[in-house]
Structure formats: C-alpha cells, structure tokens
C-alpha cells in the first residue's frame, strides 16, 4: 500500500510526503521542485509556516514544465487559529490558495481545535500564537462548529476536496461527529514511538478518518527551537539502530515504516536530496510485528508539540 484512499472523495492521499514546516523561504521553491522530480506527491503546509508562496512557485513550476498534472499531486494546507470565525475561514482560504497559485486545496485542516482573536493579514502575517506585545495569547468565542461549518462551505464552494482537523483528541473528534454535515477526512497528529497516541488512532480508524502523523523522527525537528524536552533522539537511539541494522535501512526509514505499516502517512520534512530518495524507499520493506510492538513499547507520552506548555509556547492568557 502507498497511499490511503479517502472515502468521501475516493481521493488517494500518498503514505509518503514533505513537510514544509521550517523549511527557510530562500530554499523552499528549489527543494519541492526538486522533491516532485524525485517522486513526491504530497505536500503538507500551513499559514503558520509562513512559506506557503515558495512553496507554491516549486509546486507551479513543476507543473508549468509538464513534470506532472495537478491531480496527481496532494496538496495539503492549514487554517491558523486566528482564523476561525465563520466570516474569516473563506477569506482566509482564498487567500493561502493565491499563495500557492492553486485553485484548490486536496485537504484543508483545521490547524488546531484553539481559536485566538483574529488578526488583519494584513497587520501581521502569519500571525503566530501571540498578540502584539509578543507574549500574551488572546483566546476569542468561537466554537470548533462554526468553524468546521465554514470549512464545510469550502468543500461546496470546489477551494478544497476534502477537510479535516489536526491536533484533535479524541473526545473532541467524538463531539465533530454529532454536528458534521461533511465528516472529517483525515486527522493529524504528532506520532512517534514516544507517543503512539494508539486509543486515538483505533477511534479514527473506527469512525473512517484517515491519519497522517506529524513529527515522525520525534525530538530532531525541535531542537533548534528547544522544543525537544530533553528526549533522546529516536534516530540515534540503541534500538532504532539495532532494527535498522536487521533490514538494513537507516533509522528515520524504520522510523516512517512503523508508522506507514500501520496505515498512518507520514510528512517528514527533509531538504537534502539523498534522504528525499531514502524517506520514500522505506516502504520497500516490512517490520514484523515483533518489531513495531517493540518501537511501540517506547511509548512514554512525550509530546513535542504541546500548546498548554505555558513554558514554551504561552505565557499570559487573556
């Protein structure tokens, strides 16, 4: 299997993609440019990446040298939390879709089920967690049904094929369910052996929501931002190594297969050609169950990417 299809539109999301989170600007248009000659098809961004326009310029000129066909790439894009009020997510979506020069979205996630004050693009873009004074977090009334309302007035009005949410537990995903006209296609999540989030992804899996998993190497990509909580890296740790050895493929290709076999996509971000190639050749093998219960069982609920972290992502709500 390489790609998951999506039961309302029949579309086929690939197992395998790119990341675009923290991809530098200068560098963004030539890497998925060069990411789509090497096979990648699916391409996960976000208004709060704040790259979405390179981004766009690699997607078009690979498609203005017929180096392949719109629908044959899965595009993937997210509205921030700024965003959410039902007047502000049409709007919002026109505009990261001029952003990348397309006229649709194959997914439009709901970033996170949090809804800030809204901020004017134009005053400041992205707009980021914080207000003005760069430290306090301004939450705003606007429940996850109107927004997920409006996100279904996308998919009617042809801006996006299918919606979905990220960063959603499963108790809220439960309450989507009562109030959707158009159910949620796909839910993302961090995923990684530090946090299986297993209960999540069984649920998803029951109620037919596809999952792609965030995150897949765990700590590396938030190093830089000391996000890492002081874990040790999974691409260096003794047993990753010891697997990868066994089939002799590197420990970010058992990394993504141990999620990929499990039905779950993955969109690592990578910039450097040769792990292009490798990322995408880890589904040329299989784990045996021993081996996945093994990388599960590394399992401590360490999650990265944690909002409630007053320490490191907020510090006054008001």
């Known amino acids: 299997m390489s790609s998951i299809t999506l039961p309302r539109t029949g579309q086929q ?6 990341g675009t989170w923290k991809i530098p600007n200068s ?3 030539d890497v998925v440019y060069n990411a789509i000659k090497s096979g990648y098809r699916l391409f996960d961004g976000a208004a ?6 390179e981004v766009g310029e690699g997607v078009r000129r690979a498609l203005s040298e017929g180096l392949v066909k719109r629908e044959e790439l899965f595009i ?3 509205l921030w939390n700024t965003f959410h009020a039902k ?6 979506a026109t505009m990261q879709l001029d952003l990348w020069g397309l006229d ?3 997914l439009f996630l709901v970033h996170f089920p949090i809804a800030l004050k809204y901020v004017d693009p134009a005053e400041r873009y992205p707009p980021g967690w914080f207000g003005a004074d760069g430290k306090t977090v301004h939450l705003q009334e606007t429940s996850l049904q109107e927004t997920w309302t409006a996100m279904e007035e996308l998919v009617d009005a042809g801006l996006a094929k299918n919606i979905g949410i990220s960063n959603c537990q499963g108790s809220l995903l439960c309450d989507m369910l009562r109030f959707a006209r158009i159910k949620p296609q796909v839910l993302q999540i961090e995923r990684h052996p530090y946090l299986t989030q297993e209960a999540l992804i069984a649920f998803a899996k029951e109620v037919g929501i596809a999952v792609t998993g965030y995150s897949s190497f765990g700590p590396q990509g938030y190093i830089e931002i000391s996000m890492d909580r002081g874990a040790q890296s999974l691409l260096s740790h003794d047993l990753v190594s010891t697997v990868a050895s066994r089939y002799k493929k590197s420990p970010a290709q058992v990394l993504l297969r141990w999620s990929t076999q499990q039905g779950i996509a993955v969109v690592p971000k990578v910039t450097y050609e040769d792990k292009w190639v ?3 050749d880890s589904l040329s093998f299989d784990l045996s169950a ?7 069982d590394l399992n401590c609920n360490l999650r990265m990417n944690d909002p409630a972290d007053i320490d490191v992502r907020m510090s006054i709500f008001a």
């Open 76 to 78: 993937t894009s997210k």
């Open 48 to 53: 709060d990446y704040g790259n979405e326009k």
């Open 27 to 29: 560098e963004c248009a």
């Open 13 to 18: 999301m690939p197992l395998v993609g790119m």
């Open 104 to 106: 649709y979205f194959d």
């Open 278 to 280: 490798e990322n995408l």
């Open 87 to 92: 007047e502000h997510v049409k709007a919002q």
């Open 290 to 296: 021993a081996d996945i219960k093994a990388l599960s």
